[in-house]
């Protein structure tokens, strides 16, 4: 078994002192770095304490060895839901003729359409293809590290302005921004 403990602490945005002060007993970050490399066996104790501390369910933690792939089974068309004859592999979204840069937004607040808990997943696109962007939620990078997420409303030469999702929001206006991800797809526990 793999473990995915760094892949879910990083997702969260948490350090590892942040993991090991939420374990209860607390821990070191040493230990928490240890169980996440593999380098200290991850007992069941570790699982139930550490996924209580990262706020997810224990089985989350751990992948098997075999990354199997989604299968697609099943369609839902106009006379209802039909299988299909053989299993297929899900893809994920990809650009037309060549492979796509994808990048994920993790929703941790409602905002507009948006609730707490959904993933956006967006296709990364230069400047050339900005323009059909417009009318599309798109992540733009901002200096310093920052991102602005939400409508693309205009494009005026080098500047785009962004709408934020939810109620009362200002736009933000971005000057050259060196690429732009483009929503693709929405996942959401139901």
């Known amino acids: 078994m793999i473990n995915r403990i760094r892949d879910i602490r990083r997702q969260k945005g948490m350090t590892l002192a942040d993991v090991a002060a939420r374990c209860q007993p607390p821990t070191t970050a040493q230990t928490i770095g240890r169980l996440e490399t593999g380098m200290r066996s991850l007992s069941l104790a570790w699982m139930n304490r550490i996924a209580a501390a990262l706020g997810v369910d224990p089985q989350l933690l751990v992948r098997a060895q075999s990354n199997t792939a989604p299968a697609l089974i099943a369609r839902l068309g106009i006379n209802g839901t039909e299988p299909l004859s053989q299993p297929v592999e899900a893809l994920f979204p990809v650009v037309p003729g060549g492979e796509a840069t994808l990048?994920?937004?993790?929703?941790?607040?409602?905002?507009?359409?948006?609730?707490?808990?959904?993933?956006?997943?967006?296709?990364?696109?230069?400047?050339?293809?900005?323009?059909?962007?417009?009318?599309?939620?798109?992540?733009?990078?901002?200096?310093?590290?920052?991102?602005?997420?939400?409508?693309?409303?205009?494009?005026?030469?080098?500047?785009?302005?962004?709408?934020?999702?939810?109620?009362?929001q200002r736009q933000v206006v971005i000057d050259r921004p060196a690429w732009l991800g483009v929503a693709e797809m929405l996942v959401r526990r139901l």
């Open 103 to 168: 990048v994920v937004i993790a929703v941790e607040t409602s905002a507009g359409e948006y609730r707490t808990g959904d993933q956006i997943w967006l296709r990364q696109v230069g400047p050339d293809d900005f323009p059909r962007a417009l009318n599309r939620d798109v992540l733009a990078p901002r200096p310093g590290g920052r991102f602005a997420f939400g409508r693309m409303i205009d494009r005026d030469g080098e500047r785009i302005a962004v709408l934020p999702p939810g109620i009362g």
